[in-house]
């Protein structure tokens, strides 16, 4: 698919690194390779859309608007002429104007990071889909967290491994932040 490409940071906020009520594992070192692909895409005034969570409900235990953890993380924060979306729901797309805002710039794909690969990543990338963007996800550049099931811990490294394959099977083409700099 011909077009403009972009990139989407998804949810790379103070809640998800040391220190947030949230903490992932790998976050440093996934938003340190997010920002080389924003670099990249600011360094050829590439369209960059970066998206924050909010959580609204009551009793929410992370992400609650006006707190530092839902705030940008330092590194990735957005400039004046970035877009600057607000979510509620796991899909970056579901009720916000992520699309239209996308559409008015011409894209046709995307480049998508961020956090969680197990549920923010993985929705977004499956709506992009569904909307017809061609998607690519940088692996190295997402970030999750164990996850437990049936008394089972599944470590964040099986459950994102088991993410990306996923996405790869059919939503996106997925790859390392060194891969993608070399072809792009």
Known sequence: MEGTKALVIVDFQNDYFKGGKFQLEGTEEAAKNAKLILDRFRA???PVAIVQHHNTFEGAPFFVPGTE??????SLKPKENEILITKTTPGCFYKTELHELLQK????NLVIVGAMSHMCIDTTVREAYELGYACEVISDACATRDLEF???????????????????FWFAKVLKTEDYLKQN
């Open 44 to 46: 050829k005034g590439l």
């Open 69 to 74: 953890g839902a705030e940008i993380h330092e």
């Open 105 to 108: 710039k011409s894209v046709k």
């Open 150 to 168: 049936e008394g089972k811990v599944i470590k964040a490294a099986d459950v994102h491994a088991a993410y990306m394959a996923s996405l790869a």
